[in-house]
């Protein structure tokens, strides 16, 4: 596609269930990123792939936090036994390569608005 | 750990009016810094890249400078419209880290009025 796709745009969910949050990102784009955006917060990086190196997950805030990235494409970010905190909008973005000193732009998605009752 | 603010948090002026939106940052060892723009239920829209070495950027009616030493970069929008009313947020790359992990401003609250 042209752009960052996510899915789904908006997620209720109970107490306790788990969800997975979808991203497609731009063809050919080698590095893909996961954001939280929640009120109070900002923007807080969760987790990163580059390519098929293992992923950085420093960002995670907890075990209970999960993503994969299958095929150097379409990536998942799971949250099991979702919390209240957990509420917030789940931001994925792309860019062409992960290097740092390219000063490469990236490309958001959407997001997922993510309630958690 | 690299910090960055923005000031103010809000801004409303009147249509045609001169935006200046403030950046900070705390740790000058930035390869490069970008502006972005978001609209309410979207995502971001990448506005203006500047890498380390250079002082501004332009496109169109938005300019950005930086200013390394000093930890700052500014944002102008010149002759505003009521269509340039969002969120604008700047990002810098965490410090010593692999890939483009950005740390986010808080942004600021942008109405233009008609």
């Known amino acids: 596609g042209a752009g960052v796709s996510q899915s789904p745009s908006n997620k209720v969910t109970e107490k306790g269930k788990d969800v997975e949050l979808r991203c497609d990102p731009i063809?050919?784009?080698?590095?893909l990123y996961w954001y939280r955006q929640s009120l109070g917060q900002g923007l807080e990086f969760l987790i990163y792939?580059?390519?098929?190196?293992?992923?950085?997950k420093s960002g995670l805030p907890s075990d209970r936090f999960s993503a994969e990235r299958t095929g150097g494409s379409v990536s998942t970010l799971t949250i099991q036994r979702t919390q209240q905190e957990d509420s917030a909008v789940y931001l994925c973005?792309?860019?062409?390569?992960?290097?740092?000193?390219?000063?490469?732009?990236?490309?958001f998605g959407s997001g997922t608005q993510l309630s958690v009752l | 750990k690299q910090e960055v603010t923005q000031i103010p948090a809000a801004l409303s002026v009147p249509e045609g009016e001169n935006l200046v939106l403030n950046c900070s940052f705390t740790?000058?060892?930035?390869?490069?810094l970008q502006w972005f723009r978001q609209d309410p239920g979207k995502g971001l829209t990448s506005l203006l890249l500047?890498?380390?070495?250079?002082r501004e950027q332009t496109s169109g009616r938005l300019n950005a400078s930086l200013d390394k030493s000093s930890g700052r970069s500014t944002l102008y929008i010149a002759a505003s419209q009521p269509g340039d009313s969002a969120t604008y947020l700047c990002?810098?790359?965490?410090?010593?880290?692999?890939?483009?992990?950005?740390?986010f401003g808080g942004g600021t609250r942008v109405l233009v009025k008609p």
């Open positions: 792939f580059q390519g098929n190196s293992a992923p950085d």
């Open positions: 063809s050919g784009h080698t590095a």
């Open positions: 973005a792309s860019s062409l390569n992960a290097q740092a000193a390219t000063n490469e732009k990236l490309f």
């Open positions: 740790d000058s060892a930035i390869y490069n």
């Open positions: 500047i890498q380390s070495s250079q």
């Open positions: 990002a810098v790359p965490m410090i010593k880290a692999a890939g483009n992990k950005l740390t």
